[in-house]
Structure formats: C-alpha cells, structure tokens
C-alpha cells in the first residue's frame, strides 16, 4: 500500500527559508512521480512542483520558480520540498501525491495526474 507522509512544516518570518519531507513508503522511489501542492484558507488546491519517476525532470508552478525546488532522497525515500525567500503567499497546507498510472509529466501540476495524497502540513508564513 503506497503511502506518503508529509513533515516540517512550521511558521516563519517572510524571506526565510523552510524545507519539507515527504516519506514515501510501499513504492520503489524510481516508480513513483511526486507532487507538491498547497492549499491556503477558502482558496483551491494548486500544484507547487513536482518530479517525474527518474528525478531528472522537475517543474514548478510560476509563482514559486527560482525559489521552490524538488529533490528525491533515493536512500530514505524521501521526496523534499526546498523553498526560501518565503512570502506570507506561501502560507497554507502543503500536500505531497503521489502519481497515478496515467500521470504524464506535462500535466505534473494537476491533481487529476495524483492517486495517491498525504494529510498536509501547515507552513505559516508572517512576521
């Protein structure tokens, strides 16, 4: 049974950096594409970044590009969320999924590519 377990999340002050883990269990790490998404009060979910099966191609969301990135920790089975210069933007709950058997790479950013999803954790960015 594929899970994956979010972690890290915590309040910072704007322009600080934070970086989250998801621990996926179940799966090999190269059969599994990964998305972040994020989710503020009253607002849809959106997709953050993700990373394909390989961990060679990775994409963000414009809003985050140049200072989010992704990573697979092939050892731990852990997938990371690096972000820096946080803005209070950047607050909500972060979400890590994992990717369906139809997930194409050019639709990475979508839920619909995602089968598989964490419970969150709350990043809270304010100063």
């Known amino acids: 049974q594929t899970q994956l377990v979010e972690s890290g999340g915590e309040l910072v002050q704007p322009g600080e950096s934070l970086t989250l883990s998801c621990k996926v269990s179940?799966?090999?790490?190269?059969?599994?594409?990964v998305g972040w998404f994020r989710q503020a009060p009253g607002q849809e979910r959106e997709g953050v970044s993700c990373?394909?099966?390989?961990?060679?191609?990775?994409d963000y969301a414009d809003s985050v590009k140049g200072r989010f990135t992704t990573s697979k920790d092939w050892a731990k089975n852990i997938v990371y969320l690096h972000m820096k210069n946080l803005r209070p933007e950047d607050t909500g709950v972060y979400y890590c999924?994992?990717?369906?058997?139809?997930?194409?790479?050019?639709?990475?950013?979508?839920?619909?590519?995602?089968?598989?999803w964490g419970r969150g954790t709350q990043v809270t960015v304010s100063s």
């Open positions: 179940g799966r090999r790490m190269d059969s599994i594409a």
């Open positions: 999924a994992g990717g369906s058997p139809w997930y194409v790479q050019s639709q990475c950013l979508m839920r619909s590519q995602y089968e598989h």
């Open positions: 990373i394909s099966l390989s961990g060679q191609t990775r």
